[in-house]
């Protein structure tokens, strides 16, 4: 199996470390994962340290990797390729670490409030790939601690916007006044995606009103009992992802829709796009898991590596 491999792929972002080892056909032969993420690590010997580590027993092989590791905190930077951009114009900027190592860039939405994005970009280009029909016109939304709407035409990302929507969550779960009234983390097992107090948050974000101001209802609805305990942190998650998607369709709703990400996490996007009419026929996003893997071969096709 090693002695079939082409590419040692690296999704390297600030928590976590993914290395895949691919085949000529740009399947996964082997992966391996470990907790030496970007943030983690300082100055490039402890870089290097943790690719040999992850990399172990596998071949000197031409080596990519995409990410938190190409960030001024990073191994090295890789700068920021500006929007519009398609697969051959990151790898134009990408960045040669030595004769087998290559670092891609992050794109740069510059706009009044320039936007930026690392690892997402590659998550990007291995959707396209494995889903063609999404290059024409479509939005990619990448849902986690910062989420990603992308907007592709023509097999380009021309912009995108970066919620907070993720870290924001974490933030007021665990260290607001809000938090006070729900139970410790990991007390109770997480609800699906489809709770009725998920649901009701989505509805509240939908309204029109200021975030500040609806935020603060999670704490009067516990405070009144409207909602029990382990049903806080459900409408705290809906209330900030609906809030995010009445913002994004505000204009329309795209021609094509794809979530890329956690299934658990893409299928409370679901749940809530549905709240927007967005869950059936034609009009219901496409789901799909991790496709880094998927676009790390598909850039080093284009860099012929």
Known sequence: MVNAARLIALDW???????YLLGADGSVLASRESGNGASTLSGEAAFAQAFAAIRGDWPALPVLACGMVGS???WREAPYAPCPADASALAQHALRLDERFWILPGLMHNEARPDVMRGEETQIVGA???????????CLVLPGTHSKWA???????TGFATHMTGELYALLRQHSVLARLMPAEGASAPSSGASP??????DAGREDGALSHQLFAVRTLGLF??????QLPDYLSGLLIGHE????LAAGAPARLALVGAPALCERYVQALGRFGLDSGQRAPLQ????APAGLWQLAQTMGL
Do not use: C, M, W, Y
């Open 13 to 19: 972002g600030s928590t976590r470390l993914r290395a």
């Open 72 to 74: 001024q905190h990073g």
């Open 128 to 138: 396209l790939a494995l889903h063609p029909e999404l290059a024409e016109q479509s």
């Open 151 to 157: 907007r592709v035409e023509a097999g380009r990302v």
């Open 197 to 202: 107090a998920f649901l009701a948050g989505v």
């Open 225 to 230: 009992k409207r909602l029990t305990p382990e």
């Open 245 to 248: 998607i009445a913002h994004e």
């Open 288 to 291: 799909l898991d991790n496709t």
